[in-house]
């Protein structure tokens, strides 16, 4: 059975195979040499004071070694181990976040939360364990080598049932490993569900059938998750108590039946079989030590395999060498996108689309759910790549993915499922007179405050977190604005001073805004006007400057 931890630690360094499994040998050596001094010292002791003395500094001397080797790679083990952890953990988010956010879609968020955490701290909290097992077996052999020294038969006869114990095991090692692994999997989408509880609270909380059968969809993904668990650790328990009769049958053997035929036998037998049960504990403990190379396996498994997948996902550089201050135009021509299925199949498309977007436009783009606008809205921001031979122009230049971390640098966005951070990143020497001046515009200075760089609340309705997102997007003083569905949870003033105020200053700023809106009403304070359906463009309307009044 392949120890994949091993290989894990060893591809970020050799320092841990170089010191930390050398000292745990030696630490396997000296606890397993104890026996030797132990049987000597029954023969002896209170018979030759001189050999007594020797015999306790001997004793002594192994302790104190056993003790401080096995402290050091231990704890040295921990150091490394950590330090690897932490090391790879931010590689992987640092691919990440150089990732594309089809990737994100398709993985899915609790997959990777699952991932960088769950798996992360099993590797972690296995690292001491497998140590010890490790000195475990290295006191084992050291054990069974003294039994060799005082009969080879014995030896033989312990060695043949240890080895069929290890084939035992091992026949069963991969049915216990495919039951972990199961349940890892369905406690994957067990957080999936989870989180939908939690972020659909409020639908399933007015509505009685939809709650109860997500509760029931819960339940049986947790208990088909308890099963696998349930399947694994009993096949475990099970192989584990099958083992232990194996040992008795050991004991047995070599207390009973072999002194009847191997004379020389009768004279040695109990310091074998004290060596046999000093090995017994640290053996147990070398056996258990196979569950947990089970567990750990999957979880090493889990990380190489997410790890090949970002090194396998298109990356684009988040730091680029050249970011647009500004532009003129931005022109989408022949750009589609698709959606599709874990099967291929095609599930919606959109476009091809030509559009051209200018400067210091106001552009309302509208159409009905499933219309396309978000997908729309990602493609113009460079979030998706469209499909060939569909490209995107900034000012005749093509965007291509050498470019297109700098050209995603023009916006300013709050998407419908907007994050809203505590602390304004990426923002440096920002004026807190100015953001508390912005607060108590938005209506928000009395639910939260500006300090050290964050908001000291962001525990707020839905409407007020879109007017803090709001904040956030002005102080960025990007040349394009996105606004999908801000009003939709705002009240009719919030409504007017987005379209009348937010959107007219940014207007004579020089700014572009895009608006993803369904307030009619206000359609006539648009440049522009972008109908959407079935993932198509039905119509561009310009709209004259003097209609732009309510």
């Not at 140590?131 to 054990?143: G, H, K, Q």
């Not at 552009?363 to 921001?381: P, R, Y």
């Not at 007020?464 to 956030?472: E, F, N, P, S």
């Amino acid at each position: 059975m392949k120890i994949k931890i091993v290989d894990f630690f060893s591809v970020e360094t050799n320092v841990l195979r170089m010191s930390v499994i050398y000292m745990a040998i030696l630490s396997g050596c000296c606890y397993g040499s104890l026996i030797f001094i132990i049987n000597h010292a029954t023969n002896i002791l209170f018979m030759n004071a001189s050999a007594e003395i020797y015999l306790i500094i001997m004793y002594v001397l192994l302790c104190i070694t056993f003790y401080g080797c096995q402290k050091y790679s231990i704890v040295r083990a921990i150091n490394i181990s950590t330090q690897i952890i932490g090391q790879v953990r931010m590689r992987l988010i640092d691919k990440i976040r150089q990732s594309e956010l089809r990737f994100i879609e398709n993985k899915g968020p609790s997959d990777i939360h699952l991932r960088i955490t769950q798996d992360f701290k099993t590797i972690s909290q296995s690292v001491p364990i497998l140590i010890a097992s490790f000195e475990d077996f290295v006191t084992v052999i050291v054990v069974y080598l003294y039994i060799a020294l005082i009969s080879f038969k014995a030896f033989i006869v312990i060695v043949s049932f240890i080895s069929g114990i290890m084939i035992y095991f091992y026949s069963h090692y991969f049915y216990i490993k495919d039951e972990v692994k199961q349940a890892g999997l369905k406690e994957a989408t067990f957080f999936d569900r989870l989180n939908d509880v939690l972020k659909g609270f409020k639908q399933i909380k007015i509505h009685s059938k939809k709650n109860d059968d997500l509760f029931n969809d819960i339940d049986r993904v947790a208990k088909e998750s308890e099963n696998y668990k349930v399947k694994g650790l009993t096949a475990y328990r099970q192989l584990t108590m099958n083992i232990a009769l194996i040992q008795f049958i050991m004991y047995g053997t070599i207390l009973f039946v072999m002194p009847i035929y191997f004379e020389e036998l009768r004279l040695s037998i109990l310091k074998i079989f004290a060596a046999i049960l000093f090995a017994s504990g640290p053996l147990e403990m070398f056996f258990r030590a196979f569950a947990l190379v089970a567990i750990t396996n999957t979880s090493v498994d889990n990380l190489v395999q997410l790890e090949k997948e970002l090194d396998e996902t298109p990356k684009q550089r988040v730091d680029p060498d050249e970011i647009p201050k500004d532009f003129h135009t931005i022109s989408l021509q022949d750009v589609s996108f698709q959606y599709k299925d874990k099967q291929g199949e095609l599930t919606f498309q959109i476009g091809p689309i030509d559009l051209d977007i200018g400067k210091g436009e106001i552009v309302f783009i509208v159409g009905g759910n499933g219309s396309g606008k978000s997908t729309l809205l990602k493609l113009i921001t460079g979030l998706y790549f469209p499909l060939r031979p569909g490209k995107i122009l900034l000012d005749n230049e093509t965007i291509d993915k050498q470019t297109y971390a700098g050209y995603r640098n023009l916006f300013s966005i709050i998407f419908t499922d907007y994050y809203l951070f505590k602390k304004l990143y990426g923002l440096k020497d920002v004026d807190e007179n100015k953001v508390k001046e912005m607060l108590k515009t938005m209506l928000l200075n009395k639910k939260t405050n500006y300090k050290h760089n964050q908001f000291t609340n962001t525990n707020l309705s839905t409407g007020q977190r879109k007017r803090l997102a709001c904040i956030d997007a002005l102080l960025e003083d990007k040349p394009i604005y996105i606004f999908d569905e801000w009003t939709a949870d705002q009240d009719p003033l919030f409504r007017e001073f987005l379209y009348d105020t937010i959107l007219q200053d940014l207007k004579k700023a020089g700014k572009t805004i895009i608006v993803v809106s369904h307030d009619d009403r206000y359609f006539n304070r648009a440049d522009t006007l972008i109908t959407l359906e079935d993932g198509k463009i039905q119509k561009v309307a310009k709209v004259a400057y003097e209609n732009k009044t309510d």
